[in-house]
């Protein structure tokens, strides 16, 4: 018997294929005497019983996410707090989060039985809605929060605190708030340094900043910071690229690392600048 | 008598003491023989008769246009291709293309009214949209056209096509495409180079590219450009940050030159580097 | 008989298999009716006549040079204003400038003896030095001039102005004025923008700025830019990377466009865009 | 009584009016009876007793330093892993790492009588370098350490390793690997993000890099660093831009965190973006 005998599995949606993989997966997986709860949509193609995306958390001692890394930000944001393990199962190319591909699924399964394996932890941010001083929304990110004005809008301007002390004011498409985890996402597209992923950090990178003096910076994740919306007609919150929040001019949206952290399940070293390479080009000729 | 002898007057909105800025404007211009046609809502507060926004280019040899650069870019989107000279008065702080400050009135009226001046000529750029082959949508921009995803959405792939000649596929959060003119405005925040205002060049720069190798890149504004939207649920068009335009997978936005320029007084020699070290602290330690 | 009878050839230096690669363009151009005259270095490798370096270009019609995009930068500095048309052979990867790969030697030189060919022109710029008033230094580049700091300085003040009127003060390790030509060049490295080759243009790129605010500038090439150093202990002047020359504080350095264009030979459309994302990656996932 | 009674003084050379400073400086001092050592070549202006710069460190307790953050650059150097601290006292404007104005230092010899003041403290950095395995230079640095090629070399390939790790093959004009007090000098001024001081990371910035993949990485500073030369022929090590050694093809040099700290007498919170925004005007519009 395994000290992990429930198991949870998530995929993304509407990929060819992922049906037969899980179904195998769900064989392997008994087999190796576990006990599977699969995601209800999911198991109505297999046309076993499934369980509420929700509540899959509660249930299990470990979380089986098939997809790319988009996939795992969502499995993160499902599990929260609660320190469920994520393996993560490639369905396309080379992840920066993913562990191993489909034709690592039988060796890994026999990994997991053995504990085999050690458990990478990766910090998140938490961000919180204030409006006229309620809280009014929060939510976490394994990636990045960011503040973004819609497509027609002209600009936000926003105060910046750190510490609850005020820092600077800002005139600027957007703002990234990103953990090292998220620096190679959206932060890197607007012009982020890449932070190791291990660094206790947060880098604050402006989208087009309307001025030229501003600059990326990496703070301790130990910092609260708080931003204001001054000017801005039609501005959005999003967790992850995937929960979004409107906001309306006064908000203050709260972001400081999350009292948890991401645990993902490793079987070897990954070679995080080998990734970077495959991944981003990076330092490629 | 004048050759300029119709004037218009437009201004920007919600600007205390414009009206009284504008009486005085009026009874400077009677004093020196012009007729003048004001825009309907300046006229209400001023309780005379008013132009309808719209119809005013039809009726006019030359408009005032009173407010910054954005009021500016909105008089030249309404004037089009009619060649109506333009001088802009600047209500706040110095501009890129307003020409003139509120104490420049009196002795400006009088440089007009004696044909002491230049038109200095500014390209535009028009760009329009073709949903399933037919065109759905025209419009003229002096600054930008730029394609921009919603805040919500995560990206757009678009293919890029110059001359009628693909050219790659990009992924980004958007697109600008820009004149000289605009080079100094979103073009600039999002990493783009300035580029003098008479260059016969258009600039393209992507907003927050998903690859690395992405360059902001200058090319003639002979070029036809045709940018195809591959991917994108929640995309836009903007032209001068002002008229929207929602876009669809499959369509094409074509930008190329306007067969038009747009038309500004000026009385003195601008310093264009002087402007630049003003408006963005441009080279200032 | 061909009206471009005389041919001469330059080769890049230490390449290893470039003797016979000559040695058979040698037997093709003699075979075709040409003259051939060829650099004294390579000819001693050949046991033939040779002709010196310098004395080339007045002795020939038409330049076939077999290297890199450095070799051509050389060979145009060479010819200088003499007009005579390059033909630009690849001995390693595809270049930005070079024309044809080795295999198309022979098919190229049936070409040159129809007249099957057409002439790209490329602008140059030219950099003259002046010493308490006294020009010391005069040369002239197809891809950039760089004034740059020693390894072991610490930076460079240095006055810019266009058209002898004073524009700003820079503080920088370095500044580039790169043609169109260089702009794929060190320039793109220090941030610059890509340009397409037909422009009329100059950009102009610091190297570390130590202000936030500079930003690269595109430029009419008809414009004259002065740069005079105000500090720097050990700071150099080069042109194309290869040409260098040691600058003194108060030594002005003068760039402007030079009188004449480099030409090349081209025998097919050649697609930039492609060339942009075979050499650079350029909008490359 | 003082604990700190043998106080250093050290001072940029060449300020006018320095001496009539440090005079003053002497006798409050003196009568706070604290024993002071001043450097040689300011003893001899003063025509007082002086004592050699390199043995300094090794006669007092405290060191007071006259000048602007090179200065300081200096002064750490020299005082290298004996722990004394530093009291930075600005010659000119406001400085990252000074800590008092001229006007101050009757106050603050108070304050240091008193023992009212915090001590700041600053990683370092140590670079060694490695020529056919031999350590052939060591030196520390607080702001970085930069490898750069000579204004007329053409660049330099280097490999890179991260804890005796290949990582990746870079072509450059140089790289710099800075601490967090370095982030806002040179490393800023070649697209790096600023560090907040206390962050126990190294940011490794490329100068001028020949390929468009390349962004700043921040990394924990427990990690070793080492690069080796592969191509470069004119290439030199400079360690806060003071200390320069030239380097050989296949030398290597090692970057890693000093083993001691510098530690800055402070007398007050110092608010860390106030300095970023008066100095680099961050932030501002």
New interface residues.
């Given amino acids: 018997m395994n000290t992990m005998k429930k198991i949870g599995i998530l995929a993304k949606r509407g990929v060819p294929g992922t049906a037969n993989v899980i179904k195998n997966l769900l064989l392997l997986l008994e087999e190796a005497g576990f006990k599977v709860f699969v995601e209800s949509e999911i198991a109505s193609l297999l046309k076993i019983k499934g369980y509420q995306r929700k509540r899959l958390p509660s249930l299990v001692d470990m979380m089986i996410v098939l997809g790319g890394d988009g996939t795992l930000l969502n499995a993160a944001g499902l599990i929260g707090d609660r320190g469920i393990p994520i393996l993560g199962v490639n369905l396309g190319g080379l992840g920066f989060i993913t562990e191993i591909s489909i034709d690592e699924i039988r060796s890994s399964i026999d990994k997991i039985a053995s504990k085999h394996y050690d458990l990478e932890e990766r910090i998140m941010l938490s961000a919180e809605v204030y409006h006229q001083r309620r809280k009014v929304f929060t939510a976490s990110a394994l990636n990045d929060a960011v503040i973004?004005?819609?497509?027609?809008a002209?600009m936000i301007e926003f105060d910046?605190s750190?510490n609850k002390?005020y820092?600077?004011?800002?005139?600027?498409?957007?703002l990234i708030v990103s953990t090292p985890t998220g620096s190679t996402a959206?932060s890197?597209?607007?012009?982020?340094?890449?932070?190791?992923p291990?660094?206790e950090?947060f880098?604050i990178t402006p989208?087009?900043?309307?001025?030229?003096?501003?600059?990326?910076?990496?703070?301790?994740d130990r910092?609260i910071l708080d931003i204001t919306i001054k000017i801005g007609d039609?501005?959005?919150l999003?967790l992850d690229?995937q929960v979004?929040f409107s906001l309306k001019v006064r908000d203050i949206i709260r972001v400081k690392k999350a009292g948890y952290k991401t645990r993902f399940i490793r079987f070897h070293k990954r070679?995080y600048?080998q990734i970077l390479?495959t991944k981003?080009?990076?330092?490629?000729?």
Avoid: M, Q
Wanted: charged share 20%; glycine share 12%.
């Fill in positions: 973004n004005k819609s497509a027609l002209r910046f750190i002390r820092v600077t004011t800002l005139r600027a498409d957007g959206h890197l597209s607007a012009g982020g340094p890449i932070l190791y291990t660094l950090s880098v989208i087009c900043p309307h001025t030229l003096t501003n600059r990326p910076i990496v703070l301790p910092f039609d501005v959005y999003t690229g979004g070679d600048f390479k981003l080009g990076w330092g490629e000729r």
